[in-house]
């Protein structure tokens, strides 16, 4: 386990950004298109957004935001656009540095973790004051914060990975006082009511009294979102669109929802009349 950041040595507790991480040890859940979205719906605001992608590997975040910065530069679009690193070298002093680099320079900091057990996703989970895991609506991905009975689907108890950022939330208290919000999010939820859907809700609620998460709805199983890749464009860039459909509508939708949802600070900076 790497050491954690200081954040105090590098800057007073009111410049320290909100730290955001999005974290889940199980790939596929759409955490890093989230994880932008919500990145570039602040920045839309008007704050200033740093990101930190830890997957040095898949480096979605990364190559995501390079695509965005290749698409203002060749057309010339005024899009708002986070700072952003990939940590490449998987060393405690890179993570150190780019931790302090980009809290200097940033209302928000918004960390993705790759999808899997991970010595520095754990340091950052630790650091952040909101926690996302998002997740599908399935008990595949449910069985990475909690266990059900097969006959009658009630949580028996809760996985490894929820008592660890159990542990990671207590021990946040004790060093500073900080309460991490660990908001569980639930991404790609099917439109139609289905029996499935109403056993894993009744699951998460079961489990959030019991570890102290949040629910919130996230991002819908859209094909718009594969597609915004390749230009880095998100669903706060609707004038790149054109005339936009119906789905881009409901999209644009899910998004609001979820930002209001997630209850991130306010910033002094933040624009009135810009959108989420």
Known sequence: MPTAPDQSSAQSPAQAPHVIVFANEKGGTGKSTTAVHVAIAL????????????????????????????????????????????????????????????????????????????????????????????????????????????????????????????????????????????????????????RNMRRVSDALAQLAKRVGFRIIPGLGERVIYREMFPAGLTMIDSKQFGAMGLGHVAARQELREMMAALQLPEIAAEQPGVAA
């Open 43 to 194: 920045a839309a605001r008007g704050a200033r957004v740093a990101c930190l992608d830890l997957d040095h590997r898949q480096r979605t975040v990364g190559r995501y935001l390079d695509n965005r910065a290749e698409t203002v530069r060749r057309n010339g679009a005024p899009l708002p656009m986070p700072i952003h690193a990939t940590l490449s070298d998987q060393s405690e002093d890179q993570f150190e540095d780019l931790w302090h680099g980009l809290s200097e320079q940033a209302d928000f900091l918004v960390v993705d973790t790759p999808g899997r057990d991970d010595p520095f996703a754990r340091t950052a989970a630790a650091l952040a004051n909101t926690l996302v895991t998002p997740m599908n609506d399935s008990f595949v991905d449910f069985d990475l914060i909690g266990q059900v009975d097969p006959e009658t689907y009630q949580v028996t108890r809760p996985s490894f990975y929820s008592e660890l950022i159990w542990d990671a939330r207590k021990q946040r208290a004790r060093a500073d006082g900080t309460t991490i919000d660990w908001v569980v999010l639930r991404n790609r939820l099917q439109h139609i009511e289905a």
